[in-house]
């Protein structure tokens, strides 16, 4: 089984490390990729289309306003299913869904979540479906690559980035495929204020963000910008400090963290009960129960 690929960290040239998330947290991207790009794959290679709307309204829940918001594309792709199947529009459409018993077994392999990991998984196992997955996933890989319209940055993301980037060394953190994120960062041009940008074949985003940190930060030294919960467990389980863009209102979150979030970090001032007010409006954006 193919593992998660490693990389040494980046140079060190600050005392502090800020870890940032790309898709939905930099870029305004989700919904785009989601309603045009995952959606009408997923309709189309599961033959899907008397339920297309149904399909839609759960892969919308689950990818933008749930706990699930950011994870990685398989998860939720069997996660979708499983909201599927207990549908009762669904049952009662009549259409088949598939058993998707061996994905499930691949996402808690241990192995990246990736497809390079996925095809060297069906090399072993003969499971159709999961090899129906793996195409599917390269095709919406493709689908991206080949015919998404770029979405710039949020205005106030950059401007916080360019100020992130004097003071502290700055790494992406990422599910997404890797090459599509260096695509994104250079198109938008601002991968250079980056030192290195990690996707989904390096491992989760915990693993990503320890690896950056390399054990060369001091503690408290260490800050994680996401929109997802799993950006927030990256940060909880690195010992970082955790600043929510929260979903809906990115411009706002990103122009508080930079006149107040960031200068707090830079200062020492990023209290327990700061990140606690920040990390409640977070969840509450995502309907989460505390």
Not at 77 to 103: C, I, M, Q, W, Y
Not at 134 to 161: C, G, K, N, Q, Y
Not at 162 to 171: G, K, Y
Not at 251 to 265: D, I
Request: aromatic letters at 8%.
């Amino acid at each position: 089984m193919t593992t998660p690929s490693t990389k040494p960290p980046p140079p060190q040239r600050h005392e502090s490390l800020v870890g940032i998330d790309s898709d939905g947290c930099v870029f305004d991207s989700i919904a785009v990729k989601i309603h045009q790009h995952f959606l009408p794959l997923i309709v189309r290679w599961w033959h899907l289309e008397p339920v297309a709307g149904i399909v839609e309204q759960h892969i919308a829940r689950i990818n933008r306003f749930s706990e699930y918001r950011g994870s990685n594309r398989l998860l939720n792709l069997s996660r979708l299913f499983e909201a599927l199947a207990a549908d009762e529009n669904v049952r009662k459409s009549g259409v088949a869904l598939p058993d998707l018993t061996a994905l499930q077994r691949f996402c808690t392999s241990g192995a990246a979540l990736g497809n390079d990991s996925l095809a060297a998984a069906t090399a072993t196992d003969p499971d159709p479906e999961l090899r129906r997955v793996l195409e599917w996933s390269r095709a919406v890989s493709h689908d991206i690559d080949t015919r998404m319209v770029p979405v710039p940055p949020f205005a106030w993301a950059r401007l916080t980035l360019e100020l992130m980037a004097q003071s502290s060394d700055l790494v992406v953190i990422s599910q997404t495929p890797e090459a599509a994120v260096r695509r994104e960062w250079r198109l938008h041009k601002i991968d250079h204020l980056v030192g290195s940008i990690a996707g989904q074949e390096r491992g989760s985003k915990t693993r990503q963000l320890t690896e950056a940190n390399g054990g060369r930060y001091a503690a408290g030294r260490m800050l994680m910008i996401g929109d997802a919960p799993g950006d927030h467990q990256a940060a909880v389980e690195s010992g970082a400090h955790f600043f929510p863009i929260l979903p809906g209102e990115e411009e706002y979150s990103w122009q508080q963290l930079h006149n107040e979030g960031y200068p707090r970090f830079l200062a020492s001032t990023f209290t327990d009960d700061y990140a606690a007010r920040w990390l409640r409006r977070f969840e509450e954006s995502l309907g989460m129960q505390r």
